[in-house]
């Protein structure tokens, strides 16, 4: 069974820093790709940020030069280091693999406020 569980979300100034976890039972990281999507409210859910076992990265042209995602294969956790964060980036942010069908953790809230 899959599970993927958030977490690193909260409140912060624009300018700010997040550091986003994405950790996973039943599944290796490192075995395919993994990606990370938000949702602000009233949204669709977008891609942010994907990268492959292989280590090669995508990003979304909004958060292209400030978020960096990466994979730790010995926790077997992946993050979503996001710096210079602006209000825009507000929303629920999902970790999400797909294994043949589409996996999704519960979401973690960043808000990105004065």
């Known amino acids: 069974q899959v599970q993927l569980v958030e977490s690193g979300g909260g409140l912060v100034q624009p300018g700010g820093s997040l550091r986003l976890s994405c950790t996973a039972s039943g599944i290796i990281f490192r075995l395919g790709s993994m990606a990370w999507y938000r949702q602000a409210s009233g949204k669709e859910r977008e891609l942010v940020a994907k990268?492959?076992?292989?280590?090669?990265?995508t990003y979304s042209d909004s958060v292209k030069g400030r978020f960096t995602i990466s994979i730790d294969n010995v926790k077997n956790e992946a993050t979503l280091q996001m710096n210079s964060l602006k209000p825009e980036d507000t929303a629920i942010y999902y970790c999400?693999?797909?294994?043949?069908?589409?996996?999704w953790g519960q979401g973690t809230q960043v808000t990105v406020s004065s």
């Open positions: 999400n693999v797909d294994r043949g069908r589409p996996y």
């Open positions: 990268i492959t076992g292989g280590g090669r990265t």
